[in-house]
């Protein structure tokens, strides 16, 4: 049985906090036979553990973030109680806490969408393990460490009749979220492209309409030609 939560608030502006938690408890329903210890020539055999292997521990995330049409970044710490339910063979998994910081830019060079961002891990340099990490008591996980990435986003012609057929749907999702940061980037731009050509439409079709009901009525006939 596992259990995950997820809250987001708008700060106001661009600024929004964010929080996230996880929780799995689990166990065997039935009795289970004793495990076998085996130590040279000699055998010994203890209690079997109520509790399956690997099952993650409380888990959180609590951050800030700033959402910029061109500007973005955010700091975030991510957090881990202590493992004590272990499996056959587990060892104790003790808790932690790690920060993490990361800035980035948005650019919209010649009809492409360019993005550089940046990344420090672990910024407090904490020595931690992680529970479901298979070499948890060999080493433990990595450091203080820094990222940098760059994304090129461009369509293809392939991807044009794709993005037409879908766009409809991904921007209704982007739009009942106002934290989405899709729903505030270029929402002016995204709002024309998507219903003035319904606008147009309509006023072509009230001007088909004045135009037939013009000709029934100066025709003979009462009928439009």
């Not at 996230?20 to 020539?41: H, K, L, N, W």
């Not at 975030?76 to 808790?95: I, K, V």
């Not at 293809?156 to 057929?165: A, E, N």
């Amino acid at each position: 049985m596992g259990v995950e939560a997820e809250a987001q608030v708008s700060l106001g502006g661009a600024w929004v906090a964010e929080a996230t938690a996880s929780y799995v408890r689990d166990r065997f329903m039935s009795e289970r036979a004793s495990v076998p210890i085996i130590q040279g020539t000699d055998t010994t055999f203890v209690l079997a553990s109520p509790y399956p292997p690997l099952i993650p521990p409380l888990t959180g995330l609590v951050g800030l973030r700033y959402e910029n049409p061109r500007v973005f970044g955010g700091v975030s710490m991510r957090w881990a109680a202590a493992q004590e339910r272990l499996g056959d063979f587990e060892t104790r998994t003790p808790g932690y806490v790690t920060g993490t910081l990361d800035v980035g830019v948005r650019r919209l060079i010649g009809g492409q969408f360019h993005t550089l961002k940046s990344r420090v891990e672990n910024v407090t340099d904490t020595e931690y393990r992680d529970h479901l990490s298979r070499i948890k008591d060999i080493m433990p996980q990595p450091g203080r460490n820094f990222v940098l990435m760059y994304r090129l986003s461009f369509y293809t012609s392939s991807d044009t009749h794709t993005s037409h057929k879908h766009s409809q749907r991904r921007t209704s999702h982007a739009d009942q979220n106002p934290l989405d940061p899709r729903a505030r980037f270029g929402s002016a731009l995204r709002y024309r492209q998507r219903c003035w050509p319904h606008v147009t439409t309509i006023r072509r079709t009230r001007t088909t309409i004045r135009q037939r009901r013009s000709r029934r009525s100066s025709s003979p006939s009462g009928r439009a030609p």
